[in-house]
């Protein structure tokens, strides 16, 4: 029989690409605007990723997410480095500082100081010099996005020079960086350095990103330091989620996504469910006709949901294709990011299910009602 | 089946009556039918349209559910069954032919002839030869791959001949099953059904508008205003109207 429902359905060959279409239309909508979404999120917190080998951020109190800066004495460096359990602490300088560039044109960037010592927190990613050129006089690496986007079409050209707070500073190298919300450029450099580029603040220290001695658990040892210092501590998973909950509980970035989500899905519905309707009211007859001769009401009902569920699955596949398909169209656009992890797949595929429920329910219980005996109407 | 089986009439028919609507725009189809068929015989039901024939015949065949009244059926009784239970009647004594064929048009012939075997839970590797095989005997062995959009009038008919008789059903239920075709698919359509499907234990009834049909009835009874008004006897080839058609 669900072969017969497989043959009716595609049958009529533009009816079924009607509702394909409606389905797809509708996952096409949500998974990429919860991709956008999702990319978005992930650029919040990209200055977390692009710390590896940390298992724990320090910082003050008040700090609500990573852009949030409050700078901190330096002495807490030697307060954390004494917490028991620490392996090691180091200091890590974040700031947004002006760029005073050869023409004489201001761009801001963001200023990232490296450990003198060990500097972690460098990008793992060099296209251009090495992390080790930063040891020179003046010098930092710059991310190549950012490169590109204060000097479009030039190659790179080692020794180029910037100034910020009336300090040269000698672009030495490339890194890959990953994208930021505030989409400035990253400038990397020495702590030493990076307080003097920076604007003259009477406390400079932004972060001591800490490692737990091995078999110290990092959510425990953060909950001593706090303890011990007065300071913030968090596992770096722990500070991901505190960023990435403050954009969802400040900004309209969720509201404006999730309205769009709903659109897609109403819109989808609507498409889909309006289409597949008028394809089973259209075969009535035929369900009728199955009905006379002695098909049951579960069986239609197991006929409908398999034509529900195969323009479901197909909608799907299609949908979240063309939208991988954009994400990958426009992964070069620096202004759009695109990250479709598992989850979006997961959402859009209940969301996808839930379209195709509520349209075969809509559409059911005509057929339910259908009298046999309709077969006997010319 | 024992033969004593056959002695009692295949469908029995007492008072039933049939409305449609309520209150005001009630309309009485049926007005107390009195009807016994015996094994063996091709009915035909004959009267003018709109006094209740189709309503009859699907009572009769189960799709339908009489107002009051007694029907009994190859010995189930209709009225009193559950609804399952009715499809499952269905499914395994009723044949239909109808005058507007009601085959899927995205079934191809073979397939189409093969969907009561289907119903009945046959695999498709058994249904589709049992279905090509009857195909085959009504002449259509060279069509079993074409789509019903592809057959002629006449050729969609014998297609729902096929599917009618596919699963061997004791009861033939055929709405005008040449009303819709020319004279010669006509004598085909009903030479086919008369010589298939009339067979000892079996009950055919016709309902038609088709003198030309006539001379295939054992009997013809005649409806008129939701009542049947008279039975006629036939010879078998016998030309003619009943006396009471007007
Ligand atoms: N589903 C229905 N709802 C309302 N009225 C109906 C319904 N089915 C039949 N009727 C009415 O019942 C009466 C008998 O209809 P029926 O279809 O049985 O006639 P018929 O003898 O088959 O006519 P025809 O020769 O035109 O096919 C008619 O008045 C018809 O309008
Ligand atoms: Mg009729």
Known sequence: MLWIAWKMLIGNRAKYLGIVFGVAFAALLIAQQSSIFCGLMALTVSQILDVEGAGIWVMDPKVKYVDDVKPMADTHLYRVRGVPGVDWAVRFYKGIARARLEGGSYEQVILLGLDDATFIGAPLNMIEGSID???????????????????????????????????????????????????????????????????????????????????????????RISAQTGLQALSRDAFLAKTIRYYLLNTGIPINFGITVGLGFLVGTAIAGQTFYLFIVENLRQFGALKAMGTGNGTILLMVLAQALHVGFVGLGVGVGLAALFGWGTRSFSKLSFYMPWQVLVITGVAVF??????????????????????FRG | MPPSALQSPAVHVRGVTRDFGSGDAVTRALRGVELDIPHGELLMLVGPSGCGKTTLVSIIA?????????VQVLGHDLVAM??????????SNVGFIFQSFNLLPALTAVENAAVPLIIAGWSRARALPAA???????????????????????????????????????????????????????????????????????????????????????????????????????????????????
Not at chain 1, 198 to 206: D, F, T
Not at chain 1, 354 to 375: G, W
Not at chain 2, 224 to 242: C, L, M, N
Request: aromatic share 6%; proline share 8%.
């Open chain 2, 82 to 91: 559950p609804p399952a239970a009715r499809v499952r009647f269905r499914r």
């Open chain 1, 133 to 223: 050129d930063l040891r020179a006089p003046d010098a930092v690496i710059m991310d190549i996005v950012g490169y590109r986007k204060l000097w479009p079409d030039e190659p790179f050209k080692r020794g180029r020079i910037i100034e910020m707070n009336d300090r040269r500073a000698v672009i030495v190298g490339l890194a890959r960086a990953r994208k930021t919300f505030q989409s400035f450029p990253v400038v990397y450099t020495r702590y030493s350095q990076a307080v003097r580029f920076a604007p003259p603040e009477r406390k400079v220290l932004s972060f001591v990103l800490a490692e737990p001695a091995p078999g110290v658990p990092a959510a425990e040892l953060a909950g």
């Open chain 2, 62 to 70: 189960g799709t339908l559910q009489p107002s009051g009244g007694e």
């Open chain 2, 132 to 246: 090509a095989a009857l195909l085959d005997r009504l002449g259509l062995g060279s069509r079993l791959t074409n789509l019903p959009s592809e057959l002629s009038g006449g050729q969609q008919q014998r297609v729902a001949i096929a599917r009618a008789l596919v699963h061997d059903p004791r009861l033939l239920i055929c709405d005008e099953p040449t009303s819709a075709l020319d004279a010669e698919n006509g004598r085909i359509t009903m030479e086919l059904i008369s010589g298939l499907a009339v067979r000892p234990d079996r009950v055919v009834i016709v309902v038609t508008h088709d003198q030309r049909v006539y001379p295939y009835a054992d009997r013809i009874a005649t409806m008129e205003d939701g009542q049947i008004v008279s039975i006629e006897a036939r010879r078998r080839g016998e030309i003619g109207a009943p006396s009471h058609d007007k």
């Open chain 1, 354 to 375: 839930l379209i195709v429920l509520l349209a075969s329910l809509l559409s059911i219980r005509r057929v339910f009602i259908v009298d046999p005996a309709i077969v």
